[in-house]
């Protein structure tokens, strides 16, 4: 499968500020990458959805000028979380596959923590 | 709507007490139904992608299988290590995208 890191691995930061998160494919082709995000005890809420070089696809009460997301290779996406506040504290993940290829498994990338004071 | 609802939400075993861990899935002609681990603080891991009913994978202690209305995730003598979150996720024929079930949380007793 392929391997998927993220970055940073968990960060803090003041209420009104803009956070990014990177993503990527260190050995994989994503041609479609995922943003996840996942509170405490439940499971995996979907965000968006993107193609490399098209723009994402959100999932409906998920605000595109709140989270913006930039597939802009097949090996790099980024989240950017604008304006946070407490609560988009949570835990986001993203995850990759190539559907071009017919194959929907996803695989995921260690999580990225994040907590807005 | 897509539906994947997993059971029981939690289990407690002891070391090489085997169980299953059960998936069911309404889903639009089903295009994949996925297992994946999780730990604490972690991403999912994954382990198996099924694509039609009677279609079975193994992986150490671990054997998933598929029917037209469910998945069952076997486990054969488990150890410690094997406690962790388990996540069913089903793909339909229209999207890319998967349906995820709540998880069942494994601890597996010493």
């Known amino acids: 499968g392929a391997v998927v890191s993220q970055h940073p691995s968990w960060v803090i930061c003041k209420s009104g500020t803009s956070v990014k998160i990177e993503c990527r494919s260190l050995d994989f082709q994503a041609t479609t990458m995922f943003w996840y995000r996942q509170f405490p005890k439940q499971s995996l809420m979907l965000m968006a959805t993107s193609n490399e070089g098209s723009k994402a696809t959100y999932e409906q009460g998920v605000e595109k000028d709140k989270f913006l997301i930039n597939h802009a290779s097949l090996t790099l996406s980024t989240l950017t979380v604008t304006s946070a506040h407490p609560e988009d504290s949570s835990f986001y993940i993203c995850?990759?596959?190539?559907?071009?290829?017919?194959?929907?498994?996803?695989?995921f990338g260690p999580g990225t923590r994040l907590l807005v004071l | 709507e897509d539906q994947v609802t997993q059971s029981p939400e939690a289990l407690r075993l002891q070391e090489g007490e085997s169980s299953s861990l059960n998936c069911s899935y309404t889903v639009s002609g089903l295009r994949g139904l996925f297992w994946y681990r999780q730990d604490p603080g972690k991403g999912p891991e994954f382990l198996f992608t099924l694509y039609s009913a009677g279609e079975e994978k193994e992986k150490e202690r671990l054997k998933a299988t598929l029917t037209k209305k469910e998945s069952f995730l076997h486990i054969t003598a488990p150890k410690p290590e094997d406690s962790a979150t388990y996540l069913c996720?089903?793909?339909?024929?229209?999207?890319?995208?998967?349906?995820f079930g709540k998880g069942t949380m494994l601890l597996v007793s010493p």
């Open positions: 996720a089903a793909a339909n024929s229209g999207y890319s995208t998967l349906t």
């Open positions: 995850s990759v596959s190539d559907i071009r290829a017919g194959d929907e498994t996803q695989y």
